[in-house]
């Protein structure tokens, strides 16, 4: 079904380029000489632009307030490791602190950061209309993550911490993060929520709370923002680009009106930074907003601008993994070197629906479900075609420590998969699903167990050699075309790939089962095909109690340990 989304959370205002311009060239005039690099970052709110302009639409009344406010770092960067030990354990947070080559940590407060979005309440915005009476108050949420890029000239050209923070409820680590001589935008994006406020002027200020100001030694010092609330209709401004369109200007009118036979984002994990065509059927959560203002507009302001040494724009679209140009050759073998593991999450996403094809009077249970690396290596599997055949033949590699290929062995098949939604190569038998009864013994099997891998989900980020950047993150780069000969897939290590309940022939037909309770299991490498570190953490179990009659079934999904994830 086509549904529309609101153009606030597909593309940036226009203005938020020079935005970003006038605050890197504010922070760098305002910067002191640091001289040495101190081992402790000295943190700062700023204002990108005195005024900004936000859209309201009249199909999905709603401002975002993206407000062009940024934190900065200085003398050293800010890094967070956010861990937990297992899913019975609290989530806690540490402060890194690099001085030379020694490490030191400071745990930050017990309760202060419950999940891995970002440190909550982290700035209170307060906005008043244009009597002055306060029409909004309230507190959002920061991820560190949102590089927007570098506000001092001699500050890294790229930032080495990860481009946002992840959605998945069974995360387990992520690293956090503001490279020193950058800025971060405080715009929560789709943790946020949007506020309505009539066409007309505002005035804004948004100030770091206190917590978060005697915790890292953060000024007082509030920034105020201009705001001018515009009304604009997707109808009208797709009706104004048709004579654009015949005139030849086209691309220029798509680029500012963009709302025809408009598609939601893709449901993907935010650290990919994929577009709405891609990663269908992956990842529970739609992308954050690009990671700020770079990104004004995805057609016509990226392509001037895009990501490049010192900004990210969130644009980002990772190359694809290059295949070995030839089958492997030599005797087949598996060398003592690091291999991946690969572990499951709990499903979640747990809804009942009327499946693939509608059929009435049919009930299923849906779900998502990731298979993550917990390394030490990348799991790296590549296909190759014969002339004419139907399916590929598939290799596992292996690699030493220097990251020459070291092995090979045959791993099973990959299948073209033509329907709908995937129109892609699929890696056969890299997982399973199955429904098990309350005593653990299958009662239904999901039909699906073909995959084609991608980095979606940042599972766990302080793993070792967890890649924070890795590539083959959306769909479009990773699993190749119907006439491709090759395709190479990866999972990197700390990235799972999320598989959504929507996908064809993954739910389960629970038509003729009984209620009560039962068990979703999610299964990594069922036949063992791939060579890894461990075989013995490759399951894991979501218990959910069926209920209701034929037709009209229910799914109700207890907290697996602390996390409280339907």
């Known amino acids: 079904m086509s549904t529309r989304t609101p153009r606030s959370r597909l593309w940036r205002p226009a203005l938020a380029a020079a935005a970003a311009i006038a605050v890197t060239a504010g922070v760098t005039a305002a910067s002191p000489d640091t001289g040495k690099a101190s081992p402790v970052p000295r943190l700062g709110l700023v204002a990108a632009s005195a005024s900004v302009t936000l859209d309201s639409w009249k199909e999905e009344p709603g401002v975002y307030l993206d407000l062009g406010t940024y934190l900065t770092a200085s003398g050293a960067p800010l890094e967070l490791r956010v861990t937990r030990k297992s899913y019975k354990d609290p989530v806690v947070a540490t402060q890194i602190i690099r001085e030379g080559k020694k490490i030191r940590t400071k745990a930050l407060p017990k309760g202060l950061v419950k999940n891995f979005s970002g440190l909550p309440d982290f700035v209170r915005i307060t906005v008043r209309d244009a009597a002055g009476k306060s029409v909004v108050s309230r507190?959002?949420?920061?991820?560190?993550?949102?590089?927007?890029?570098?506000?001092?000239?001699?500050?890294?050209?790229?930032?080495?911490?990860?481009?946002?923070?992840?959605?998945?409820?069974?995360?387990?680590?992520?690293?956090w993060g503001v490279e020193n001589g950058w800025a971060s935008n405080t715009y929560a994006g789709y943790y946020a929520e949007p506020v309505v406020l009539p066409a007309g002027k505002y005035t804004a200020q948004v100030a770091v709370t206190k917590r978060y100001r005697d915790l890292f030694g953060i000024a007082d010092e509030p920034q105020t923002v201009k705001v001018t609330v515009r009304e604009r209709s997707w109808e009208e401004e797709s009706a104004a680009s048709a004579p654009e369109a015949r005139s030849g200007h086209a691309a220029h009118a798509a680029g500012h009106a963009g709302h025809t036979a408009a598609r939601p984002p893709a449901p993907v994990s935010a650290t990919t930074g994929a577009g709405?065509?891609?990663?269908?059927?992956?990842?529970?959560?739609?992308?954050?907003?690009?990671?700020?203002?770079?990104?004004?507009?995805?057609?016509?302001?990226?392509?001037?601008?895009?990501?490049?040494?010192?900004?990210?724009?969130?644009?980002?679209?990772?190359?694809?993994?290059?295949?070995?140009?030839?089958?492997?050759?030599?005797?087949?073998?598996?060398?003592?070197?690091?291999?991946?593991?690969?572990?499951?999450?709990?499903?979640?996403?747990?809804?009942?629906?009327?499946?693939?094809?509608?059929?009435?009077?049919?009930?299923?249970?849906?779900?998502?479900?990731?298979?993550?690396?917990?390394?030490?290596?990348?799991?790296?599997?590549?296909?190759?075609?014969?002339?004419?055949?139907?399916l590929m033949d598939a290799y596992q590699y292996f690699y030493d420590a220097s990251g020459k290929q070291v092995g090979y062995t045959p791993t099973g098949t990959m299948e073209w998969d033509p329907r709908p939604g995937h129109e892609h190569w699929h890696f056969t038998d890299f997982a399973s699903y199955r429904l098990l009864k309350a005593d653990k013994k299958e009662t239904v099997r999901s039909g699906k167990e073909a995959f084609c891998l991608a980095n979606t989900d940042a599972v766990d980020y302080t793993v070792k050699n967890a890649n924070w950047h890795p590539d083959n993150t959306d769909l479009s780069t990773a699993c190749g075309q119907e006439n491709s000969i090759s395709v190479r897939e990866v999972l990197d290590v700390g990235s799972g790939d999320t598989y959504t309940q929507d996908l064809p022939g993954q739910s389960f037909d629970i038509t003729g089962l009984s209620n009560g309770t039962y068990y979703i299991q999610v299964l990594a490498n069922p036949e063992n095909r791939l060579k890894e570190t461990d075989l013995g953490n490759n399951s894991a179990l979501r218990k959910v109690v069926l209920g209701g009659k034929p037709g009209a079934r229910t799914v109700t999904v207890p907290k697996h340990d602390l996390v409280d994830a339907p």
């Not at 790229?158 to 409820?169: A, L, M, Q, V």
């Open 139 to 175: 507190t959002e949420p920061f991820c560190p993550n949102n590089a927007s890029g570098r506000v001092q000239p001699d500050a890294p050209a790229t930032s080495k911490y990860p481009e946002s923070c992840p959605t998945n409820p069974f995360t387990l680590g992520s690293v």
């Open 276 to 390: 709405p065509s891609y990663n269908v059927g992956h990842g529970p959560h739609p992308p954050a907003p690009a990671a700020v203002p770079w990104a004004a507009d995805r057609r016509g302001f990226r392509s001037a601008q895009g990501d490049g040494p010192g900004r990210t724009d969130g644009s980002r679209q990772a190359p694809a993994e290059r295949p070995n140009a030839q089958r492997p050759t030599g005797r087949a073998s598996v060398p003592d070197v690091p291999k991946p593991d690969l572990r499951s999450l709990p499903a979640y996403g747990i809804t009942i629906g009327e499946g693939d094809t509608g059929t009435p009077g049919k009930d299923y249970l849906a779900f998502s479900a990731n298979v993550w690396n917990a390394g030490p290596a990348q799991l790296v599997v590549d296909g190759f075609r014969k002339p004419g055949n139907e």
